[in-house]
């Protein structure tokens, strides 16, 4: 078992910024790649961002591309989402997710956090 927790999230202007952390516990952390996922209201689930087990590879969805960065510390168990010119389009619950690092780098699977709500006004 792999317990995620996220933290950072909450309320933001148009163009500021945030960072999302999301603290693992449990099974080796570098055994797996770590997914940002986010859900706004009404909609389904997105991917955001995506880092490989040993921070190497990343990728990011196009809506997301030059905005936001994704990290990893393996040392501290934890991966981060910095989000910079955040949008109104942003707001949503975003989600952790744990995925074996087998797996390609994007798909999803595995292990979920609880959420952290992002909330960008105008």
């Known amino acids: 078992q792999v317990q995620l927790v996220e933290s950072g999230g909450g309320l933001v202007q148009a163009g500021g910024s945030l960072r999302l952390s999301c603290a693992a516990s449990g099974r080796t952390f570098s055994n797996y790649n770590m997914n940002w996922v986010r859900q706004a209201p009404g909609k389904e689930r997105e991917f955001v961002a995506a880092i490989n087990w040993s921070g190497r590879s990343t990728r990011y969805a196009d809506s997301v591309k030059g905005r936001f960065t994704i990290s990893r510390d393996n040392a501290k168990n934890t991966v981060y989402l910095q989000m910079s010119s955040l949008k109104p389009e942003d707001t949503a619950v975003y989600y952790c997710?744990?995925?074996?690092?087998?797996?390609?780098?994007?798909?999803?699977?595995?292990?979920w956090g609880q959420g952290t709500q992002v909330t960008v006004s105008s």
């Open positions: 997710n744990a995925a074996p690092a087998v797996q390609v780098l994007g798909v999803t699977g595995g292990y």
